[in-house]
């Protein structure tokens, strides 16, 4: 996996975060905050709704068309709230978005696809730092040291409050406090998001060179397009060291069934909620199996679980927001079967006393 695609997954990681913290603007586009489930499979989903595939042409026309600054509001309203921002802040958007897609335009037309450095570079143009800058370290650092909501609180908003709700967005206060802390902080992370937008239009249209760990992480389950893949009951790859007990009795909500390629070419990365295994194995297992869930002080003692969690404990580097799962395991499901079973023996158990 290139330098290239771990930077638009560790991008697009924090993207979702910062919507998802964003109270006031999920509360005005009546949207859920399940993670994952907003700024990049959105943008996803309206691409690949609106994209005209009959040919490389037409591919290319509808991208530069997803790309005018117009069609901000109508993907997603973090990206309408960027739009409006750098409006306000004297960023010319249509310029860095004309910039941006008149450097990879050249190599698309000639029908190969742009790699997320190209893309880099071409923003990092724009900005006057160098190469290898990173156009949302001011935000990186503001997430690592847990300081995102202090921080935008302490700024006055760019112009009031937005979107008719009380208080400005956190975005739009973010925006205003960088802008007083350093200066040109703004405009950098005012192209980081653009460059990303770029990225993942380019991703959802086949257009950008990445591999299978990029869709994984920006797209969800329901926006893969593709089906389920065998029967949960049944898989049993070779890496699986135990029995996998069967879960005939617990009804599925369809969740988690999506197959990913995992192999010695296709690396599959999932987000690790809270940055915590256990926490994303009892969230996947009470999404995927409703009924277990509420019941996650007997699932953690199931010795199957306690199986699962450290295999994957294996793979996750502390504080990461992903994890690479092991090869062997294709679908959400496959992972929370090897104990989804033994949990629901142990949780029937229990009712009856």
Avoid: C
């Avoid at 042409?57 to 109508?74: E, Q």
């Avoid at 202090?150 to 709700?165: I, N, W, Y």
């Avoid at 009951?233 to 990913?260: E, I, M, W």
Wanted: without cysteine; glycine residues 10%; aromatic residues 8%.
């Amino acid at each position: 996996m290139s330098s290239g695609e771990i930077e638009y997954i560790s991008d697009s990681l924090l993207i979702e975060k910062i919507a998802l913290l964003d109270s006031a603007l999920y509360k005005e586009a009546s949207i859920t905050d399940q993670i994952f489930s907003g700024v990049g499979s959105s943008v996803s989903s309206y691409v690949k709704s609106k994209i005209d595939s009959s040919s490389t042409g037409s591919i290319i026309k509808s991208v530069a068309n997803f790309l005018a600054p117009g069609v901000f509001w109508k993907i997603h309203p973090v990206l309408g709230v960027l739009y409006t921002i750098g409006s306000m802040s004297g960023y010319n958007l249509t310029g860095m978005l004309s910039s941006i897609t008149s450097s990879i335009m050249p190599k698309l037309t000639s029908g190969e696809k742009v790699t997320p450095e190209e893309v880099n570079q071409a923003g990092l143009a724009q900005s006057g730092l160098s190469a290898s800058a990173d156009l949302f370290k001011d935000l990186r650092d503001l997430e690592k040291t847990g300081s995102l909501i202090k921080s935008a609180q302490k700024a006055q908003p760019l112009g009031g409050s937005m979107l008719g709700t009380p208080g400005a967005p956190l975005l739009h206060r973010l925006f205003g406090f960088l802008g007083q802390k350093k200066k040109g902080a703004g405009k950098s992370l005012m192209l980081g998001f653009i460059v990303w937008f770029v990225k993942t239009i380019l991703l959802s249209a086949g257009l950008l060179a990445v591999g299978g760990a990029a869709k994984s992480i920006v797209t969800n389950d329901k926006d893969q397009g593709t089906t389920p893949v065998g029967t949960p009951n049944n898989d049993a790859p070779a890496t699986r060291a135990t029995p996998v007990a069967s879960t005939s009795a617990l009804k599925q909500s369809g969740s988690g069934q999506v197959f990913h390629a995992n192999d010695e070419g296709t690396a599959w990365y999932v987000p690790v909620i809270g940055k915590d295994i256990t926490d994303t194995l009892l969230g996947w297992a009470g999404e995927i199996y409703p009924e277990l869930s509420e019941y996650e002080d007997i699932i953690v003692n199931t010795p199957s679980f306690k199986r699962a969690r450290d295999l994957l404990n294996k793979e996750y580097e502390r504080g990461k927001d992903f994890v690479l799962v092991p090869p062997g395991f294709n679908r959400r499901i496959d992972i929370i079967n090897q104990f989804a079973g033994d949990a629901n023996s142990e949780i029937q158990r229990y009712q009856k006393g």
